[in-house]
């Protein structure tokens, strides 16, 4: 969400006129845009402004603003903590940023949060502009009406609210025009999507897997209260909708569970985990997970290593519970010892590890749909062109080839797995009868 935010604020900014530059050290104006998820992400914030302010003794023009969940849980706070500092803006600011910059270059110092009316909200998504390659993000809603009691989202990106289905569409289009080929529609619960005029997510989805050139549709993220049997059909239905779906759990315990107010059970999760992979049994499965909420004991902890058991996520984003600013977790009785929360969190972590290892060993020998996205960052010693793209199950694969296939869904089977990616090579004859293991020779 963060990336394609900062995507919005360079668009806006380069209509009136600015120039992306290459590096920090030759820019006049610098927007960090940031997020208060854990309180991690934050001291990081801190840390990167005050390393900016005595970077501004050297260049007093230079202009430094915050923008983003930090920009909004702390407004002027931060213009005091930080006297370098020139701008302030907030997650609803993002079509106003060109004005305001225009005021800090005049010599304003200026702190803008708080809500919107929903019209200016909307607006503020036009116009567009992307980083070049091949997938892409398009936001479909903002903000977040599910209050789960640790997180600092609906506070900082207020109430949900949808764009409509032809702004979607239109935006989509485009993209396609301008030669993007996978696109990820992103909000924070995506599945609660409904427009003005009623329309679902599946229905959603298949207007934008419907439209011509969309190679592949993704979305993130969804939350497990929300995951209708439409959606789950939608998995068979849709050809060219991946098959990987984030289905964050944050806790095996239904203790945890209503602590956090998440809505739903283990069974529940479970239960639906079941009939995604009953409608699509090659479907890619991954969560993210909270470890060490407060109350958290050892038994409840079990519980959530039974859920990865039983589950057997293909990869899971997980961290220690980090108490945030306003929300009602902060207050709870019973936080975890900081040595309990890192223990389990790596127990949890390398089981999960395992699992994930032993699901990719699976997948080689076959033959899986690759979408090239580009030149491997890490490429082999070799001379032949090293690329990388992902499965449809978000997998990531590096393989020999010819930069022409940049674009293009290739069938690639897969001859190396390890935690983190995949190897293989081109699959000339799509018609092999026999799947067997080769070499990547590069
Ligand atoms: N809307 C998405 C998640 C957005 S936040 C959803 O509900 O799935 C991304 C992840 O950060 C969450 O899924 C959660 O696992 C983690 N997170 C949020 N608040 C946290 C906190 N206070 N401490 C630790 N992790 C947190
Ligand atoms: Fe935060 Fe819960 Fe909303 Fe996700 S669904 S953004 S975790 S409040």
């Known amino acids: 969400m963060n990336e394609r935010d900062s995507e919005r604020v360079a668009a806006w900014l380069t209509r009136e006129g600015h120039v992306p530059s290459a590096d920090e050290s030759g820019a006049d104006l610098i927007i960090i845009n940031t997020c208060s998820i854990r309180k991690k992400a934050e001291d990081k914030v801190y840390s990167l402004v005050g390393r900016l302010e005595k970077e501004k003794q050297k260049r007093p023009r230079l202009i430094l603003a915050v923008a983003g969940c930090v920009a909004e849980q702390e407004g002027e706070n931060l213009l005091r903590r930080f006297p370098g500092l020139n701008l302030v803006f907030g997650t609803h600011q993002v079509g106003r940023v060109a004005g305001l910059v225009a005021k800090a270059q005049a010599g304003e110092r200026i702190s803008l ?11 503020g998504y036009l116009p567009f502009h992307r ?38 569409s239109g935006e989509i289009r485009s993209l396609v025009e301008a030669g993007y ?11 609660s999507y409904r427009s003005g005029n009623g329309l679902s997510f599946p229905g959603l989805l298949k207007l934008a897997a419907g439209i011509p050139g969309v190679s592949r549709l993704r979305f993130a993220t969804s939350h497990p209260k929300d995951l209708s049997p439409e959606l789950i059909r939608a998995f068979a239905e849709i050809p060219n909708l991946a098959r990987h779906i984030h289905l964050p759990a944050q806790s095996g315990s239904n203790r945890v569970l209503a ?3 998440r809505r739903y059970t283990r ?23 909270i470890i060490g909420f407060p109350g958290e004991d050892e038994p409840d902890f079990r519980q959530t290593m039974d859920l990865l058991e039983k589950a057997r996520f293909d990869g899971s984003f997980s961290f220690v519970f980090s108490p945030r600013p306003g929300t009602r977790a902060a207050d709870l009785p019973g936080p975890v010892e900081n040595a309990d ?21 699976a997948l080689v020998g076959r033959v899986h749909e690759v979408l090239i996205e580009g030149i491997n960052p890490r490429p082999c010693a070799g001379k032949c062109a090293s690329l990388s793209g992902r499965t449809s199950g978000n997998k990531i694969v590096h393989l020999p080839g010819s930069l022409d296939l940049i674009g293009k869904i290739t069938p690639v089977r897969i001859t190396e797995a390890a935690i983190h990616s995949l190897r293989g090579t081109i699959e000339d004859n799509l018609v092999s009868p026999e799947p067997g293991p080769k070499e990547a020779k590069c």
Not at 135 to 155: H, K, L, Q, R
Not at 272 to 289: F, G, Q
């Open 267 to 289: 069974e529940d999760y479970l239960d639906k985990v079941e009939r995604l992979r009953a409608a699509c049994p090659d479907i890619a499965i991954t969560t993210d997970m």
């Open 181 to 191: 080929r996978e696109v990820t529609l992103i909000g924070q619960n995506v599945n």
């Open 341 to 361: 929360g890192k223990r389990r969190l790596k127990i949890f972590q390398d089981r999960q590890d395992e699992i994930t290892e032993e699901i990719n060993r």
């Open 131 to 168: 980083a070049p390659g091949v997938s892409t993000f398009v936001t479909i809603m903002e903000g977040c009406d599910n209050w789960c009691s640790y997180c600092v989202v609906p506070a900082l990106r207020g109430r949900e609210l949808c764009r409509p289905p032809e702004e979607i």
């Open 259 to 261: 602590a956090m107010n």
């Open 113 to 123: 949060v708080g809500p919107l009316p929903d019209a200016d909200r909307l607006a």
